[in-house]
């Protein structure tokens, strides 16, 4: 599939259009900070400096560090990704908003099943608020594959389900989502360009998966249309940090390249 959308800046990172493919690829990508606290954190961010831009603070670590575990990622220049998946009545969930939008990240998260009321809610409380963080709508999780969607109820298939979640978060006026490598394609599809499009679940080819269900690899997410990708433990995990995610960025770049 041809993407030309990934030459729009509306959806990728600001920068200059010149920039090389691997620099671009560096923009693009989002490192998981699943890690336990804010020393290991810090360490990892420190192995991945000058390699890495984008770090992705999620419950783990957020729910052991608090809003501290921030300050030194934001003071060193770096663009945070706050996913904490708010999921509540959308008084809540726009409070939640507000509060995380004061902190200084670049994107946030909220679970498209929160409903079109939830996510319109979420949406206003950036309203007014100056160079506010891409919100975006999960929509059915990676680690999820037929037995467990089934399992809570929805009959559909996972991509099936993940389409309809898009769907309803653009009626309620949303142009960031994120899904998984297996249904990006159609994703990008429906929200056209201006679609910001997170995809985790990525593994290079041979690493292992994990909890993961819905994967693919990085070349194969931005082809099929990803903005950002979100990278874990095929990074965190690995012996060399850095290495591994030179050799993500190489993949990514020769994908942007072709
Ligand atoms: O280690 P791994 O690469 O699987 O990490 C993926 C990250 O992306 C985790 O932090 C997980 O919470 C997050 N994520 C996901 N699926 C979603 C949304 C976020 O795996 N739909």
């Not at 969607?149 to 099936?160: F, I, K, L, Q, T």
């Not at 997170?198 to 997410?221: E, F, H, L, M, Y």
Request: contains cysteine.
């Amino acid at each position: 599939m041809s993407i030309p959308e990934r030459l729009n800046p509306a959806f990728a990172p600001a920068q200059p259009a010149v920039l090389d493919p691997l620099e671009q690829a560096r923009g693009r990508l989002i490192v998981a900070l699943d890690v336990p606290d804010a020393a290991r954190a810090a360490q990892l961010v420190d192995r991945l400096e000058g390699t890495c831009h984008w770090f992705k603070v999620g419950l783990e670590l957020f729910a052991a560090a608090g809003p501290a575990v921030l300050e030194p990622l934001i003071g060193r220049g770096h663009s945070v990704f706050l996913d904490l998946k708010f999921h509540d009545i959308p008084n809540t969930v726009a409070g939640a908003v507000r509060s995380a939008a004061g902190l200084g990240v670049r994107m946030l998260t909220v679970h498209a099943a929160g409903g079109p009321a939830m996510l319109a809610a979420a949406r206003e409380a950036l309203s007014g608020i100056e160079n506010p963080p891409e919100l975006l709508a999960v929509t059915v999780l990676t680690s999820m594959d037929a037995g467990q969607v089934n399992a809570v109820g929805v009959e559909r298939s996972p991509a099936d389900q993940a389409i309809l979640l898009a769907r309803m978060g653009l009626d309620a006026g949303m142009r960031g989502f994120v899904c998984s490598p297996q249904e990006v394609a159609r994703l990008r599809g429906l929200t056209g360009p201006e679609g910001v499009l997170v995809v985790p679940g990525i593994r290079p080819a041979g690493a292992s998966v994990g909890d993961q269900k819905r994967v693919a690899t990085p070349a194969a997410a931005l082809r099929e249309g990803a903005s950002y990708l979100v990278v874990g433990r095929p990074i965190t995990q690995a012996a060399h940090p850095a290495e591994a995610a030179e050799a993500i960025l190489e993949e990514m770049a020769e994908a942007l390249k072709a």
